[in-house]
């Protein structure tokens, strides 16, 4: 099991970076900066919470994996969590459904994210979005498998 060592030095140095970027991202003017999305909400982060308009939202989130249930049901169960007193659908984006193989890639039926994305939003409602690179859910290999196949350096997942 021998890792070679120009891979360790190419994660740690994007370890740093990405620790750099988060660093300099939470400075002490960070807070202070704005920013407008396309619906010309005021987007802003005070170091205690996500304010938008100038006001503090709390998320009140349940999940919805969209590849577990076909696209037409999405709007209903959307609207179900809506109607529960949720604001907020969160799901993780299991990758190895988009990429089942390197360079072919599937983003049709329950697979179509941007459509579930669009409905959450329809639905005037957030999405909490979970990126890997590990996705548990009870999700075999959900970003693992591609990575691991796709670089030899990760063979103890």
Known sequence: MH??????VRLAAAALVAVAALALALAPGAAAKWQRTRNGTV???????L???????????????????PPDMWPE???????????????????????????????????DVVRFFQLIQEHDMYAMVRLGPFIQAE???GFVRVLHSSRPFLHLL
């Open 77 to 111: 169960l959307i609207a179900k969590a809506k109607e529960g007193g949720l604001n907020t659908i969160e799901t993780y984006v299991f990758w190895n459904i988009h990429e089942p193989e390197k360079g072919e890639f599937n983003f049709e039926g329950q697979n």
């Open 51 to 69: 304010m938008f308009d100038g006001h503090r939202e709390i998320f009140l989130s349940g999940s919805i994996h969209y590849p577990r249930s």
């Open 139 to 141: 999700w075999n290999h």
């Open 43 to 49: 987007v802003s982060y005070d170091r205690r919470s």
């Open 3 to 8: 890792v070679d060592m120009s891979h360790r």
